[in-house]
């Protein structure tokens, strides 16, 4: 393992690392546009730029190893007069258009600008070179070619990754641009990934194109819902509405990409249809009530039809949707009564998938349930079905689950019809709501703490970025209300209170805690 010196700071790093690799374990940031750690290194910006003791011309931080013994520069006078001779050269052509550019705020010429430079331009505006503005490439993303760089950070992407290869650099010189190459439109399952990694403006999302300036926004760590591969991401949301979803950053789960299809999700969480208080049936319609009588009500009818019936009488059905809180809850709430349970794993005929991130389960915790010992198979939902059909269960409380929707009516109806009383649970109205005696409104993943289990087995946290809209609540706290509302004698001040019993009960999670699964998540104990 060498011994280096970066910044007068002398360290001990594996051999082969590269010096901005170097520098960053330092906390050292050596300013660059067309490196980036998930792609192959190009070294065509020459930002990074450094100085190393007994080499003549500065070097490339992003391409040279270190070795036994360097003392490398990254801030002196001679490397800061490179950073602004490479600042002036891209900034020649660069349109002046900041005010009204979607990147503002998140741009890395304007931060190395102001970190860097400082000088006005020597260049006449009017001699820049022009290029096209607003060039659709395709349903995601918008190119404007003067604000390019040529860090080629987009064409790698699409070569190595998505390996599309939709993008190429045309002409030469200071005429070179990025465009479609011919025949071809970007419409691949990851092109969104392109607008994330571009330094500059010159690649836009149509989505969030002039929604919001990025310094309204808050950031929120969380874990995308719309597979199973559980993808890491940053939730930017601003007074209740989420403006767009990002990959995070985790070697084990997405490296640093998402797909489209998760990247737009956040569209199916909020919006019309969006429940926003209880309701109990009146009659032929349901009418509003507060959350605290609605709990009480169902609570007293499922104890009645418990003391009534016996043993047996009240099952549940919890979508593979709720996080690992919510569903441990519904188990115990079924458990008490001794009633089946089962859960919801449903994906759509045609869902696809590939061998990058994208699973043909589209849901995000079927293994978490199944590592609760809620059995997720068609044949555990058909057997509560027909128990409901039978009359052995005359209580039902679905969690997150469209029976009706998912599975046709024509399958679900009987079952349904044959109940004293079907509780939902859920964030927006459903067909199977068409049914319900009672609908308590619950938050999405985007508004709630807790966790999910992706394919693999590994446990994530989901933070809330903010409240459930309206009169709604959080799924785990409705359940722990509904419980202490039927007579338990435990209390769940918080999500992370429910996951620590379920650390202490289940040994897949033995041992687990909020603080052992970090920002990256930790694999189940076993199961």
Known sequence: MPKVTIDGRETTLEDGLTIIRAAERLGIEVPHYCWHPGLTIAGNCRMCLVEIDKVPK???????????????????????????????????????????????????LQDYYMDFDKKPSRFPIEEKVRKRKVVDLGPQVVLDQERCILCLRCTRFLDEVAKSSELGVFERGDRAFIDLAPGKRLDNLYSGNIVDICPVGALTNKDFRFQARVWYLKQTDSVCAFCANGCNIEIHHREGRIYRFRPRHNPAVN??????????????????????????????????????????????????????????????????FASNEEAFLVARLVHAAGGPLAGHAWSPPDASGDDLLIKRDKNPNRRGLEALGIPTSAEAITAVLDAARSGAVKALVVVGADLAGDLGRETVESALEALELLVLIDISRSETALYADAILASSSFAETDGTFT?????????????????????????????LEACGDSRTWPSAEAVFAEIAAETKAFAGLGYGELDDQGTPLRSG
């Open 255 to 320: 490296d640093y990409w998402m797909c489209d299809e998760g990247r737009m999700g956040y569209h199916r969480i909020q919006g019309e249809g969006r429940l926003l208080a209880a309701q109990l049936r009146d009659g032929e319609t349901l009418r509003t009530v507060s959350c605290k009588e609605a709990l009480d009500t169902v609570a007293a009818r499922l104890q009645t039809i418990s003391e009534r019936a016996g043993e047996g009488a009240i099952g549940a059905i919890v979508s593979a």
């Open 454 to 482: 992706n394919h693999a087995g590994r446990v994530q946290r989901l933070r809330q970025a903010f409240p459930p809209p309206g009169q709604a609540m959080e799924g785990w706290r409705l359940l722990g209300g509904l």
């Open 58 to 108: 500065l070097q490339i931080a992003c391409n040279t190893r270190i070795t036994e013994g360097m003392v490398v520069h990254t801030q002196n006078d001679r490397v800061k007069r490179a950073q602004q001779s490479v600042l002036e050269f891209l900034l020649v052509n660069h349109p002046i258009d900041c005010p009204i550019c979607d990147q503002a705020g998140e741009c890395k």
